[in-house]
C-alpha cells in the first residue's frame, strides 16, 4: 500500500517536472507577428553574367543548358532549361563598387518555357565586422512581378534558425549580362 503510494507520488513528481520543463522550454522570445517583423534589412546584390568578353569580372556562369542551347549564352524560350550559378557582391547601397559585406552564392534556373521565371536557392553569406552567419532562401522568382517574395528558410550565426521573406526587386537590368536585385528581408522568427 506504501509502496503504492510512493510509486504514484513519484509519477506525479515526474509529471509536474514534464510540465515544468515543457513551459519553460521556449527561452528565447520568437515573434509570431506577420505584421511585426522581428528583424528587417536591406541588402543589393549584383549578377554579371559570364558572356566569353568578361570572364575576369564575371559572378555568374551558365552551367546547364537544354539540348538547343550552350552555356554562353542564355537560350530562346524565356532561358527556359538554363542552369546558372553565382558568386555575388552584396552591399549596403545599389552600388556595385561598394565595399561587398558578403557574398550571394547559389544558383536560378528558367523554369517556364511561355513565361520569363526563374526558380532561386541561394544564401547570403556573411563575414564582415557587420554580419557573420549566413542567411537561406529558396522560391519562384516570377520575374515579371515588379517585386517577388522568396521564402527565407533558414540561417546559422548571427542568424541562426531565421524563417521569413525576403522582397526582391529588379533595381537595375542591362541586357543579358547585369542585374541588381535589390532584397528587402523580414525575419518573423528570432533567436
Ligand atoms: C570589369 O569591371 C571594370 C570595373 O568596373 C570595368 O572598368 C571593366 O570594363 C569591366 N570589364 C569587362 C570586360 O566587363
Ligand atoms: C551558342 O549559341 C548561340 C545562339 O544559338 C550561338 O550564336 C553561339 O555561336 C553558340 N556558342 C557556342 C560556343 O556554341
Ligand atoms: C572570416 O574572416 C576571418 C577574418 O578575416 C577569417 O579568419 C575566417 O577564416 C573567415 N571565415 C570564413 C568562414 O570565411
Ligand atoms: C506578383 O504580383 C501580384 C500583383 O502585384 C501579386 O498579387 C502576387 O502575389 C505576386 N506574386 C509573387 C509570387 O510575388
Request: glycine letters at 8%.
Amino acid at each position: 500500500m506504501a509502496q503504492m503510494a510512493s510509486k504514484s507520488l513519484t509519477s506525479a513528481a515526474i509529471l509536474l517536472l514534464l510540465l515544468l520543463d515543457w513551459s519553460a522550454t521556449p527561452t528565447v522570445a520568437r515573434v509570431r507577428n506577420r505584421h511585426r517583423p522581428c528583424k528587417r534589412m536591406v541588402f543589393y546584390f549584383h549578377d554579371i553574367l559570364y558572356n566569353e568578353h568578361n570572364a575576369k569580372n564575371a559572378t555568374a556562369a551558365i552551367v546547364g543548358a537544354p539540348a538547343w542551347g550552350n552555356t554562353t549564352i542564355l537560350a530562346g524560350q524565356n532561358h527556359f532549361g538554363n542552369v546558372v550559378v553565382f558568386d555575388d557582391p552584396i552591399t549596403l547601397d545599389n552600388n556595385l563598387h561598394s565595399p561587398a559585406v558578403g557574398r550571394a552564392q547559389g544558383f536560378y534556373l528558367y523554369d517556364k518555357k511561355d513565361v520569363f521565371t526563374a526558380w532561386l536557392g541561394f544564401s547570403f553569406v556573411f563575414n564582415s565586422s557587420e554580419h557573420k552567419g549566413s542567411i537561406n532562401f529558396a522560391g519562384a522568382d516570377p520575374l515579371m512581378n515588379k517585386t517577388r517574395e522568396i521564402s527565407v528558410i533558414g540561417g546559422t550565426g548571427e542568424f541562426f534558425m531565421a524563417r521569413g521573406v525576403a522582397t526582391l526587386m529588379t533595381d537595375a537590368f542591362e541586357g543579358e549580362v547585369y542585374f541588381r536585385l535589390r532584397a528587402d528581408i523580414r525575419l518573423y522568427e528570432c533567436w
